[in-house]
């Protein structure tokens, strides 16, 4: 075709002598110049419609739909077969660009001569690269619902126009490279229920709590029992052969509905006794071990997922586990509530401090317990070593155990020791220096 329309004739007047048109080429190539302005248009038309396209995702398009009652069908059908869709896309692009190629090729060899095909290449190359690849596929991925919904309609054409040859195109390639080809899901990822979180929120859809509660709800399969865990330093416990008078007075001098205990150390903890049990003990059998009453406590390792252990706590019933170190010690302790508060947020009386307040721009009250993560998070920080918390940190920072008063630098950031509790940091004022 391309060879057709290159053969066009010079525009001639009626008596057969040629016309003013003769001396300028321009004319005569013009079916030509149209046949590549199409092409062109055609590249940059499926660069963002296959960019969008793979910026949705099913659920995003199933949302859509709902809102574009037509279109947006339309769209969540291409999603859903989008392998298909997408080498259709990709078949056309590929003419395209060689009908772009081709045709630029004709035109500057009849314009410039040899010369000019070499420089028609570059320019068609550095032309594409910008305008029908880098612009329209950023435009895609910042606005992709619009994109996506605005061109189903063109792009679902396509597809099924061209679905007979581009079967068979796969077919023919399936036979050259055998094998059961790439195993497509429909699972929603979770980057991709995060985004629509994000949009759900933004667009008023969910509360800004539901939408944080989501976002805990995927940090919480990421987070390790060492990380929420009650450390050694703060357990409080009694031994076995202690008797229940005695357990039940620490246990409401502490105000812990639950004590455990053990026998020689904490590293040796043999049990969890509750407080409404050492309470239905009658007077005259107060005086027998705790331990008898004591339950067996779960026991995992520091390194395990928090979400592991709350199914071991559901198929248990046990709502207390031993954090035990790499050397078999105890590490801490980690109960229901503690995993509660890390998937809802912190359950405490309204008097109880956060566990990070706002001072100002560049001051900040956090609670020793802070995870560091999130510390750094609201700092900008790039914070790397073995803390699990902010007092951790201190702590680690300073080589000894931390009083009040004591400050340390940290990057562009000082912290200063305001609370402490026994030998555990309970609060610091945090401050930017530069």
């Known amino acids: 075709v391309l060879h057709v329309l290159a053969e066009v004739p010079f525009v001639q ?10 001396s300028c080429p321009m004319p005569a190539d013009l079916p030509l110049v149209l046949v590549f302005i199409l092409a062109f248009g055609a590249a940059v038309f499926l660069a963002a419609a296959e960019t969008a396209l793979l910026r949705v995702g099913p659920a995003r398009a199933d949302a859509l739909a709902e809102t574009y009652p037509k279109r947006g069908v339309r769209l969540a059908g291409l999603v859903n077969d989008l392998p298909q869709v997408l080498n259709t896309i990709l078949l056309v692009a590929l003419l395209s660009q060689i009908i772009a190629a081709t045709v630029t090729g004709i035109l500057t ?25 880098a612009i329209p596929k950023t435009y895609a991925v910042r606005h992709a619902d619009r994109v996506a919904v605005h061109l ?32 497509t899901s429909p699972t929603v990822t979770e980057a991709e229920l995060r985004r629509l979180a994000g949009f759900a929120v933004e667009e008023g859809e969910i509360e800004v709590i539901d939408g944080a509660l989501i976002e805990r709800a995927f940090r919480f399969g990421d987070r390790r029992t060492d990380d929420i865990m009650v450390p050694r330093t703060d357990i409080v416990g009694v031994s076995s052969e202690a008797p229940v008078t005695q ?10 509905r639950r004590l455990v205990t053990f026998e020689g150390s904490l590293d040796h903890i043999t049990g969890v006794v509750r407080l409404r049990d050492l309470a239905a003990v009658p007077d005259d059998r107060r005086h027998i071990a705790v331990g008898s009453l004591a339950v067996e406590p ?16 559901q198929a248990t019933g046990k709502h207390l586990a031993v954090v035990v170190d790499e050397y078999g010690g105890t590490a801490g302790l980690v ?18 401090e956060e566990d990070l307040v706002v001072m100002s721009d560049d001051e900040w009250s956090v609670a020793g317990r802070l995870p560091i993560e999130d510390l750094a998070d609201t700092l900008k920080l790039d914070i790397e070593g073995e803390w699990n918390t902010v007092g951790g940190l201190v702590v680690g920072l300073l080589g000894r155990l931390a009083a ?5 630098e940290f990057e562009n950031v000082t912290l200063r020791v305001t609370g402490v509790r026994g030998r555990r940091v309970q609060r610091v004022h945090v401050s930017r220096t530069g």
């Not at 189903?152 to 079967?167: H, K, Y």
């Not at 395990?304 to 709350?310: D, G, M, N, V, Y």
């Not at 995993?339 to 912190?346: K, T």
């Open 335 to 352: 109960t229901v509530e503690d995993i509660a508060e890390e998937l809802l947020g912190s359950i405490t009386a309204d008097d109880t």
């Open 404 to 408: 009040i008063g004591d400050t340390v």
């Open 152 to 183: 189903s309609g063109p792009i679902a054409i396509l597809e099924w126009t061209l679905r007979p040859l581009v079967r068979v195109l796969v077919r023919v390639a399936d036979l050259q490279a055998p094998g059961k080809g790439i195993a």
């Open 247 to 256: 357990a039940m007075e620490v246990a409401l001098e502490v105000g812990h």
């Open 109 to 133: 060899e009849r314009w410039f001569g040899n010369l000019g095909v070499t420089i028609g290449s570059i320019a068609l190359t550095i032309v594409l690269f910008i305008y029908a690849e």
């Open 298 to 313: 779960l026991a995992i390792p520091e390194s395990s997922r928090i979400a592991t252990l709350l199914r071991e706590m």
């Open 13 to 22: 007047l009626p008596d057969g002598s040629a016309g003013m048109l003769d």
